[in-house]
Structure formats: C-alpha cells, structure tokens
C-alpha cells in the first residue's frame, strides 16, 4: 500500500489564493519531498524537509513536518494559474540495497485566472 | 542540455509481446529507478539500480525486467507476463552520494497502451 496518503484528492482555487495540501505517512522517514507532475510531463522535486526539521520555506513554498503525527503539509501562497499541477508527497526509506522514495496518491492543484 | 531522456513517448504493444522501454541519463547519477503510473494514482517502483550490473526489484517487478550494463542506461522491458501494461512509465535517477537526500530527477515518462 501507498505509504503517504494526501489530501484532499483535489483543489480548485482563484488566482491569488493560497493553497494547502496535506500528506500522512506511516512509517518512520528520514526525509519527506514534495514534487509537482504537470499532466503527462514527469515528475519535479519542489523541496526536501528532513525528519529533525520542522518548517521550510521555498520562495512562494511553505512545507511543515510533524513526525508525531506523521503528517506534513505544502502551502503555496500566493497561487498563479502556472501552478495548475499534481503535487505528490514522497518518504525516504533506507532498505539493504539502497533506498527509496515511496510516492503517495498525490493532490491535483487547479488554479483559475 | 543535461538530464533523463525516456523513449519512445508513446509506445503500443501487441498481446504476447515484449517491448523496451528506454532511460538515458547524461547526469552521471550511479542510482536509476522505474515507476509505474496509472490514473489517479501515485508512483509505484518496479526497479531500481544503485551501480552498474546490479539491480533490484521493487514492489511490483513481476512482468517486468530491466538491465544495468551502462552507468547511464537502465532500460526496462515489459514482458508477455505482464497482463495489464497500460500505464504511464516514469524514469529516474539520483545521485548516490545524496543518499540522505535521495532527491530524484525524472524523464518525462512512456505511455504504454496495449492493441
């Protein structure tokens, strides 16, 4: 199964809004990423939050962990139509053999000008 | 122009058919990874690679293979065993010594459809 789940599904904001999403995993991490896939492109890492940090911010980015409930949330401010994506949460596990990025579901993020 | 190359971008495969899909990268990254993509769904990995002639299988390897003989090759074959196919295929690398990090780097993906 998935290890993080995001939420909601989906979200359609103006032009000018923020917009927060939401992720919760299950598993201890060393690291949680978030990426953003424009449809049928690949996917582009946006910001990288350790397990000991807390908040990071990236230009118009707002990311928090909190590994006591095993949920991290992505706040854009300030939203443009550009914006319009799929954004996915991904936790870092170390495994034997290297390690991995589980993705979750991810949020489509619409935008409206 | 540095970065993941994935091809072909659209790729069909007749029933009993295995077909390759192919992963450049030019990064010099030692690790490689491919996903799966279906529809409203996360990234699922099939395999994934940390150096030269070694690879291991993801969570969903089976009807799949792959082949690791050039630090910027990893292409991945979908086999005859592997009965639901379609999907978006997605590539990608990182460099080994991030190995805190992991930050991956992705092509821009195949779509497979079966005929």
């Known amino acids: 199964s998935q290890q993080g789940e995001e939420d909601p599904q989906a979200l359609s904001i103006q032009e000018g809004e923020n917009a927060t999403m939401n992720c919760s995993y299950k598993?201890?991490?060393?690291?949680l990423q978030w990426y953003r896939q424009n449809s049928g492109r690949g996917l582009v890492h946006l910001i990288l939050i350790r397990s000991n940090e807390r908040e990071k911010h990236s230009g118009r980015l707002r990311v928090t962990l909190d590994t006591s409930k095993k949920s991290s949330s992505l706040l854009i401010t300030a939203s443009r139509a550009a914006d319009t994506a799929s954004y996915f949460c991904a936790t870092a596990v170390f495994m034997e053999y290297g390690n991995k990025l589980v993705f979750g579901a991810g949020t489509i993020l619409r935008v409206k000008s | 122009d540095g970065g993941i190359t994935q091809s072909p971008k659209y790729l069909f495969r007749k029933e009993g058919q295995n077909v390759t899909l192919s992963c450049e990268q030019n990064l010099n990254h030692d690790a490689m990874y491919w996903y799966r993509q279906d529809p409203g769904q996360g990234l699922r990995l099939i395999y994934y690679s940390q150096i030269v002639n070694d690879f291991q299988k993801g969570d969903i390897a089976e009807g799949y293979s792959v082949s690791r003989e050039k630090k910027e090759s990893f292409p991945l074959t979908v086999t005859s065993a592997q009965k639901n196919p379609t999907a978006f295929y997605l590539c990608a690398s990182s460099r080994d010594r991030d190995r805190a990090k992991n930050i991956q780097y992705f092509g821009a993906g195949t779509r497979l459809s079966v005929l």
């Open positions: 598993t201890s991490i060393n690291n």
